[in-house]
C-alpha cells in the first residue's frame, strides 16, 4: 500500500445525469474515472467512495427549509452508487450527511474517513468526482486543512454550475490545494 488514497465523492445516481440533482456533463465522466480507479488500485492505492446518505426527513431538502430537492436518500436507489462505478474489497466507503441536521458536503464532516486515512498511513489524498462546487470542494479543503497533500484531478470532477468552477478552483488553490490532471498525479504517486 502507498501513502496515497483516491477518494471519489458522491458519483452517485441522484447526482448524474437523470438524477434528482445532477452535476453537469457526468456521462463524459463515468467511463474515464472508472478506469482511473482501477489504475489507482493496480498501483495500491487507497481508493475510497464517499457517498450521500441522507435520512428522509433531512434539512438540505425543501421540504424541509433546505435549497435542496429530495436525493440520496439512504438505501434507495438515488444513493447508488453510479455504474459501471463500484466498491470492492479493500475499498472504503464512507456514508456522510447521514444526520438530520449538517448539509454534509464534506466527505470528513461527522464521518470516519479521517481515521480510515490515518490507520492506512495516507498522507497524500487526491480528490474527484461531483460537484466541484459544492462536495469536491469542500472534501478537498478540510482534506487541506487535515493536513494531507491534496489534490484535486481537475479531469475528473464536474460541476451543477460551470460557471462557478474558476472561482471555486481559485479558492482551493489559494488555499493550498493542489490542481492537476489525474494522469499526472497518478504518475506521481509511484
Ligand atoms: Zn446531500
Not at 2 to 27: K, P
Not at 49 to 71: C, I, L, M, R
Not at 120 to 149: I, M, P, S, W
Request: with cysteine.
Amino acid at each position: 500500500m502507498t501513502n496515497t488514497a483516491l477518494v471519489v465523492v458522491d458519483v452517485q445516481r441522484d447526482f448524474c445525469e437523470g438524477g434528482a440533482l445532477a452535476a453537469a456533463n457526468t456521462m463524459s465522466l463515468l467511463q474515464p474515472l472508472k478506469g482511473f480507479v482501477e489504475a489507482a488500485r493496480r498501483q495500491g492505492i487507497l481508493v475510497v467512495y464517499t457517498q450521500d446518505w441522507h435520512p428522509e426527513n433531512h434539512s438540505s431538502f425543501k421540504a424541509n427549509g433546505g435549497p435542496w430537492p429530495v436525493h440520496c436518500v439512504a438505501g434507495q436507489a438515488g444513493s447508488e452508487l453510479m455504474p459501471p462505478l463500484m466498491a470492492e474489497s479493500g475499498d472504503v466507503v464512507i456514508h456522510k450527511g447521514v444526520a438530520v441536521q449538517g448539509a454534509g458536503y464534506s466527505g470528513f464532516d461527522e464521518t470516519e474517513l479521517e481515521q480510515k486515512l490515518r490507520e492506512n498511513g495516507v498522507r497524500r489524498v487526491g480528490v474527484a468526482g461531483v460537484a466541484t462546487e459544492y462536495c469536491v470542494r469542500a472534501t478537498a479543503l478540510d482534506a487541506q486543512r487535515a493536513k494531507f497533500e491534496t489534490t484535486v484531478l481537475t479531469d475528473l470532477i464536474r460541476a451543477v454550475q460551470d460557471a462557478d468552477v474558476p472561482k471555486v478552483l481559485e479558492e482551493l488553490r489559494g488555499s493550498g490545494v493542489k490542481l492537476e490532471p489525474a494522469q499526472d498525479w497518478l504518475t506521481r504517486s509511484r
